[in-house]
């Protein structure tokens, strides 16, 4: 039996579309980047996940959207500023063109591999905030994981981290929050 819970790092939609120069960008989003890459670095997990926006040129979301992270595009890609790892495991969301997928376990794969995992605790961080991030967290919570969502590693785009009104709403759902420096203060 693990004694200590076993925690995972979640890095949601960090790619270029999300970061600039489209109809998803989101202001300042860029700024999350080093405390992310500080992040995925640590000890403190046992894994990191990335969830990547993927979808075909039809995909139905972009009537509302506009288009985006178009599979195989430079939009799709994470940034190059983006730490990276072949450690990093990788799924996707999106692929069904008939699909909405804000939360990362619209991909069914992304729970079986947590459980295989015996993962018990998750840390989200990404973009944005008050959408993806925020979706993936209620989905945690309901699969029982312990949720806490890294408020300065992630950006919205209606919500700033320190929006009371928002912490609220997370704690009303059992999402904790954290910031950066309390993982690497913790040992
Ligand atoms: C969507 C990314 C972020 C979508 C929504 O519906 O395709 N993608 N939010
Ligand atoms: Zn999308």
Known sequence: MAILSQKALIRVDIQNDFLANSSVAIARAQEIIPNVNVLSCNPFFKLVVDIRDCHKPTHKSFA????????????????????????????????????????????????????VEEIQSIYIV????????????IDASKYNFATYIILDACKGINVNMDNLAFQKKLTSLGIKTLKTADILSLK
């Open 126 to 137: 990404g973009l944005a905030l008050d959408f993806c991030v925020l979706s993936t967290a």
């Open 64 to 115: 509302k959207w506009g288009p985006h992270c178009i599979e195989g595009s430079y939009g799709y890609q994470p940034p190059n500023s983006l730490y990276l790892s072949n450690n990093i495991k990788l799924f996707h969301k999106g692929i069904d063109d008939n699909v909405d997928t804000l939360s990362g376990f619209e991909n069914p794969e992304l729970l079986s591999y947590l459980l």
